[in-house]
């Protein structure tokens, strides 16, 4: 499918939802309302809130925090997840015994986890990138282990077969295996370091998106949640968007579905 079409496509799911809110949040049916906008807001009020608060500039700040929590806690978690997949990939005894733990670890709830970070760390930025750090993390590393272990052995007893030590190894075939685990993880991350920031922000914080949206639901301001709620939602998708670019790089030699399929 072309990709103006699919993008078309894209729009025209945003635009029909959207009408069907105004629709549903503005004429009665049946003598009331399906939507009532005390508690559902509508589309216009959202939008002219969102405006308002970039006119006025009273997003800047708040946005600004976010996406420092956000990008610390994508790349320490990233960095680690990637750096232990490997490790435990490469020695099958250490993921041996560590396994239960691991797993005991990607078992906590994570909310619980913020106030214990606040705690630790206060609430400035570090107990946001900490909570947003055990999000990113374990997506990441499942999917680099993975990636590793799934390597061809076909094509690793034939690379050693032609004198490539472990350095070699590392670079020409257990990273390139791995590395279309890793944007798949990544994609995933991007918006879990997201709500890993905006859930610590949320739970106790003096600035960000988590506070914007905490603070209007605090005054029953319905349309300042969504107006937060859409801010963020865009802001997940242009971090995914710079991940792609950087995985289209990166994986520049990998065949499209189109090439394959030819």
């Not at 435990?88 to 670890?105: E, G, Q, T, W």
């Not at 998106?209 to 969504?226: K, N």
Request: avoid cysteine.
């Amino acid at each position: 499918m072309p990709r103006l079409t699919l993008l078309s496509l894209q729009v025209l799911v945003a635009v029909a939802a959207l009408a069907f809110w105004q629709f549903f949040a503005t004429v009665p049916i049946l003598g009331h309302t399906l939507l009532p906008p005390f508690f559902f807001s509508k589309p216009t009020d959202v939008g002219w809130q969102i405006v308002d608060w970039f006119v006025t500039g009273v997003i800047w700040k708040h946005l600004a925090i976010t996406l420092w929590e956000s990008i610390l806690a994508f790349a320490i978690g990233s960095f680690f997840g990637v750096a232990i997949g490997f490790w435990f990939a490469r020695k099958p005894l250490v993921a041996a015994v560590f396994d239960p733990y691991v797993k005991m670890a990607n078992a906590l709830p994570r909310v619980v986890l913020a106030p214990i970070f606040a705690l630790w760390l206060g609430l400035g930025i570090w107990s946001k990138v900490a909570l947003g750090v055990t999000l990113v993390f374990f997506i990441v590393f499942f999917n680099v282990y993975q990636g590793v272990k799934e390597v061809s052995t076909t094509v690793r007893d034939n690379a050693r077969m032609i004198g490539m030590n472990e350095a070699q190894l590392m670079r020409h075939v257990y990273w390139p295996s791995a590395l279309s685990w890793m944007f798949s993880s990544l994609h995933t991350s991007v918006g879990f370091a997201v709500v890993g920031a905006v859930v610590g922000e949320y739970l106790g914080s003096a600035a960000g998106l988590g506070y914007l949206i905490q603070q209007a639901e605090g005054v029953f301001d319905v349309a300042g949640v969504f107006a937060g709620m859409f801010v963020l939602s865009a802001f997940v998708i242009l971090i995914d968007i710079f991940v792609s670019l950087v995985e289209r790089r990166l994986l520049v030699w990998r065949p499209n579905a189109a090439e394959v399929r030819g």
